[in-house]
């Protein structure tokens, strides 16, 4: 499975910005999937996940209301929609697959790993 995360950009704060990650190697349907954030200096953190089947959703409290995660299977497409972006959201975002149906906030439990989009706020 490979992972290509799109979308990233330099944006001002308060703008919104959708990121994607499609799935090419064989079909995400039946996958969770997930969105994490390394900032610079910092570890990589978990910011969005998604079930298999798009209908439960979590996210970190340090986006919730402002960013939504989604997903179109028949595309093997996950989305990530920022809104009201801030400085502190920049960061190179990671789009994650889990073998499990059920989503997940850890890290670990993520099986692949696409390469990473930069996404810079500026104040």
């Known amino acids: 499975v490979q992972l290509q995360a799109s979308g990233g950009g330099l944006v001002q704060a308060g703008d919104s910005k959708r990121l994607s990650c499609t799935a090419s190697?064989?079909?995400?349907?039946?996958?969770?999937m997930g969105w994490f954030r390394e900032a610079p200096g910092s570890e990589r953190e978990f910011v969005a996940t998604?079930?298999?089947?798009?209908?439960?959703?979590g996210y970190a409290e340090s986006v919730k209301g402002r960013f939504t995660i989604s997903r179109e299977n028949a595309k093997n497409t996950v989305y990530l929609q920022m809104n009201s972006l801030k400085p502190e959201d920049t960061a190179v975002y990671y789009c994650?697959?889990?073998?499990?149906?059920?989503?997940?906030?850890?890290?670990?439990?993520?099986?692949?790993w696409g390469q990473g989009t930069q996404v810079t706020v500026s104040s």
């Open positions: 190697g064989r079909l995400l349907s039946r996958n969770a």
């Open positions: 998604i079930d298999w089947s798009g209908e439960s959703t």
């Open positions: 994650a697959a889990r073998r499990g149906e059920t989503y997940s906030t850890l890290q670990a439990f993520y099986d692949y």
